[in-house]
C-alpha cells in the first residue's frame, strides 16, 4: 500500500493522500555523507527575491549523491534505500569492497543486499548498473544521463523518469526523453541502467496549504490580482485577463511556452522538441 488514502475527518484531511515510502529500508542517513544546508528564502547573494514563494520548510541536511558513477572496477553492496527530503526519489547507499561509502539514486526495483557495478566497458545492464551508452543495449530505459562525457549525471533525475534509448549511430545516441523530446548526447556519456524508484510520487495530493509551507513553498499571488506596473498580466479596470499569454512577471512565457535560448551549441543535437499542451508541438 504504496500511498495511503485518509478519511474526510477534517476539511484539511478531504482528498489528502500521503506516501507510506514503502521501499525505504533504512531509518537513520549516512553522517559521514552529510553536509549543512542553510536556506535561502529565495534570495540572491544581495538579499533581493530572485525565486518567489519560498519560505519556511522543515529544517535539511543534504544528503551528498554520486551522480559521477566513477568508481570502477569494484563491486558495490547496496546496505538499504533511504527518504532524502532534497528530492523526489529515494537514494540507495552502497558500501565498497574497499569500505567506502556513497549514496546514488535508488533505481525501481533495487533491493537490499544486491550488488552493482559502474564501469568504463561493458558489464551486465541491470538496473543500478552505469556505463557509457556506448555499452547499453538499445531499447533500455536508462536515467542519470550525462550532458557531457565526464560532467556528472543531469537528465532524468527525478521520481519515477527515465529515458529510453533507441539508437546509436556514430558518436551520437538518440534518447526519447519524459517530455516527449528526441535528442542526441555522445555514447561515451554514462547513464545508469533502469527507471528512477519512488513512482508514486506523482499521485500524492497535499490536501491542505500548510502540508506546503512544510515543504519551504509560500502563498503565491497570482498575476493578473497585481498592478500593471509590477506584473505583465496586472492592472486593468476590474477583472480583466488582458489578452496576454501566461506569464512570469519578468515575461517568461508560462504553462508550456517556449523558453528555451535560440542559437544554442546543442540545437543541433536536438531532433524533436517536447510537447506542449497549450502550444502542441514545439518546433526547434
Known sequence: MPIR??????????????????????KTPEKTL???????????????ITVRARSGGHKRRYRVIDFRRNKDAMDAKVIGIEY????????????????EKRYILAPRHLKDGEVVQS??????????????LKFIPTGLTVHNIEFEPGKKGSLCRAAGSGARL????????TLVLPSGEIRQVSIMCRA??????????????????????????????????????????????GRSKSGREPMSASG?????????????????????????????????
Open 192 to 237: 545508469t541502467v533502469g527507471q528512477v524508484g519512488n513512482t508514486d510520487h506523482q499521485n500524492v495530493k497535499l490536501g491542505k496549504a500548510g502540508r506546503n509551507r512544510w515543504l519551504g513553498r509560500g502563498p503565491k499571488t497570482r498575476g493578473v490580482a497585481k498592478d500593471h506596473s509590477v506584473h505583465p498580466l496586472g492592472g486593468g479596470e
Open 166 to 173: 533507441t539508437n546509436k549511430e556514430g558518436r551520437w545516441a
Open 84 to 99: 532524502d527530503p532534497n528530492r523526489t526519489c529515494h537514494i540507495a547507499l552502497l558500501e565498497y569492497e574497499d569500505g
Open 119 to 132: 564501469s568504463a566497458t561493458a558489464i551486465e545492464p541491470k538496473p543500478g548498473n552505469a556505463m557509457p
Open 252 to 284: 517568461t512565457k508560462s504553462k508550456g511556452g517556449r523558453t528555451r535560448p535560440r542559437g544554442r551549441w546543442s540545437d543541433n543535437r536536438i531532433l524533436r522538441r517536447r510537447k506542449s499542451k497549450r502550444y502542441g508541438q514545439l518546433k526547434i
Open 5 to 26: 488514502q485518509y478519511k474526510p475527518v477534517t476539511n484539511g484531511r478531504r482528498d489528502a493522500s500521503v506516501n507510506m515510502h514503502a521501499e525505504v529500508t533504512k
Open 34 to 48: 552529510l553536509r549543512p544546508l542553510k536556506k535561502k528564502g529565495g534570495r540572491n547573494h544581495q538579499g533581493k
